[in-house]
C-alpha cells in the first residue's frame, strides 16, 4: 500500500477525528447485526434450563426453551445460530455412537427449530467430544492417540444425520485430516449438494476453551489431557494456511479461526492471503474474561464488547461466533 505522506500542519491528522460526521464518513469498517453467530447449549428434557458458572449470562437450554429463545433472535434479525449438545452420562461411549443417532439431541433440536423459524440458520457441531467417554474428539487407541480415518468415518455419519435433521450448515470442528473431503463427498452422494461446510481449519490447542468444556460437560472427561496431537500449535502461523488451502480444496464454503481475539493475526492472513469467506470464534474464554471484568466494574459491558466485535471486522473476519451476539445485536438495533 502506497501512503501518501504530506508535513505537519498540512496534515493534521485529527482534523477529520473532530466532528462525529467526519469519524462517521471515513470508518474503515462496520459491525451489523448481519456479522453476528450465536452459540446455543442444548440439553435433554422440557422446560429445563441451566446456568453455566463460568459463563454468566448462558443458559444450556431444554429444546423447547431453545425455540422460544430462538424466537427472540430472529426478531433482532441474527442470521445463524450454532447448536452445541450437553449429552448425558449414560449416551457417551468410547465409539461415540448418539453423535449420529436420528434421534438424538441435536438433530431433534434441528427439526423443531427449522420447523418454527425455516428462515433462521442452523449451524450443527462435527465432531465427537461431547458423546466420548474420554471427552477427546475421536476415537482413540490403546495408548489414547486419535486415530484419524477411524474418526472421520464416525463424524461423516454424524454429518449426514445433521444434514438429514435440516442443518443449514454443518461445521466439523475436530481437525482430523481429510474429514472435510470425506463429508463433502457423503452430502454429495446422499443428495444434500446445498448443505454448506464451515470448516474449523485453523483450530488451536489453546487454554481458552475452559468454560465451553464446563458447559457442554467434557471437562470432567478429559480429565487434565490435551488435544496437541491434532489441534494446531499457537506458535505456528504458517501452517494455518495450509489447513485452511487443504478445507477449501476439499470442498469446505467457508472457513473458521478458533480462537479469535488472540489470533487475529491468523484471520487476517487466511482473508488477505486466501481470500475465502473467513470467521472468527470469540470463544468462552474470551467470553469469560470480558465477563469478569465487567462485572467487577473495571471494563464498561457495551463499549468494551463492541469494541472486541469491531476488531473482527478490522482483522477480516466475515462474521464472528460469539457469545455476545445477542446482546450485541440488541444494542445495534436500539441505535437504529
Same mark, same amino acid.
Given at each position: 500500500m502506497n501512503i501518501i505522506t504530506s508535513a505537519f500542519p498540512q496534515r493534521r491528522m485529527r482534523r477529520m477525528r473532530k466532528h462525529e460526521f467526519s469519524r462517521r464518513l471515513m470508518s474503515e469498517n462496520t459491525l451489523t447485526v448481519n456479522d453476528l453467530i450465536y452459540p446455543m447449549f442444548v440439553l435433554e428434557g422440557f422446560q429445563r434450563s441451566e446456568t453455566i458458572a463460568s459463563m454468566p449470562g448462558i443458559e444450556r437450554f431444554s429444546v423447547d426453551l431453545l425455540i422460544k429463545e430462538a424466537a427472540e433472535l430472529v426478531e433482532l434479525g441474527i442470521p445463524l445460530i450454532a447448536l452445541f449438545p450437553v449429552t448425558p452420562v449414560d449416551k457417551k461411549s468410547l465409539l461415540a455412537e448418539e453423535s449420529y443417532n436420528p434421534d438424538?439431541?441435536?438433530? #431433534?433440536?434441528?427439526?423443531e427449530l427449522k420447523q418454527a423459524f425455516p428462515q433462521l440458520g442452523i449451524m450443527t457441531d462435527v465432531a465427537l467430544d461431547p458423546y466420548t467417554t474420554h471427552g477427546q474428539d475421536g476415537i482413540i487407541d490403546d495408548t489414547g492417540y486419535i486415530l484419524n480415518d477411524i474418526t472421520t468415518e464416525v463424524l461423516v455419519k454424524q454429518a449426514l444425520s445433521h444434514a438429514a435433521a435440516g442443518a443449514d450448515i454443518v461445521a466439523p470442528s475436530d481437525m482430523m485430516d481429510g474429514r472435510i473431503g470425506a463429508i463433502r463427498q457423503a452430502l454429495e452422494e446422499n443428495g444434500f449438494v446445498n448443505t454448506q461446510i464451515m470448516a474449523y481449519s485453523a483450530k488451536y490447542s489453546s487454554n481458552y476453551y475452559g468454560p465451553f468444556r464446563d458447559a457442554v460437560g467434557s471437562t470432567s472427561n478429559l480429565k487434565g489431557g490435551n488435544k496437541h496431537s491434532y489441534q494446531m500449535d499457537p506458535a505456528n502461523s504458517d501452517e494455518a494456511l495450509h489447513e485452511v488451502a487443504l478445507d477449501i480444496q476439499e470442498g469446505a464454503d467457508m472457513v473458521m479461526v478458533k480462537p479469535g481475539m488472540p489470533y487475529l493475526d491468523i484471520v487476517h492472513r487466511v482473508k488477505t492471503e486466501l481470500a475465502v469467506p473467513t470467521f472468527a470464534y470469540q470463544v468462552s474464554g474470551e467470553y469469560a474474561m470480558h465477563m469478569a471484568a @465487567?462485572?467487577?466494574?473495571?471494563?464498561?459491558?457495551?463499549? @468494551?464488547?463492541?469494541?472486541? $466485535? $469491531?476488531? %473482527? *471486522? #478490522? &482483522?477480516? &473476519?466475515?462474521? @464472528? $461466533?460469539?457469545? %455476545? &451476539? *445477542? #446482546? /450485541? /445485536?440488541?444494542? $445495534? *438495533?436500539?441505535? *437504529?
Open positions: 438424538g439431541l441435536v438433530q #431433534r433440536a434441528v427439526r @465487567i462485572q467487577n466494574g473495571w471494563l464498561a459491558e457495551k463499549a @468494551i464488547v463492541m469494541e472486541s $466485535l $469491531l476488531c %473482527f *471486522k #478490522r &482483522a477480516g &473476519a466475515d462474521g @464472528i $461466533l460469539t457469545y %455476545f &451476539a *445477542k #446482546r /450485541a /445485536a440488541q444494542w $445495534l *438495533k436500539e441505535q *437504529k
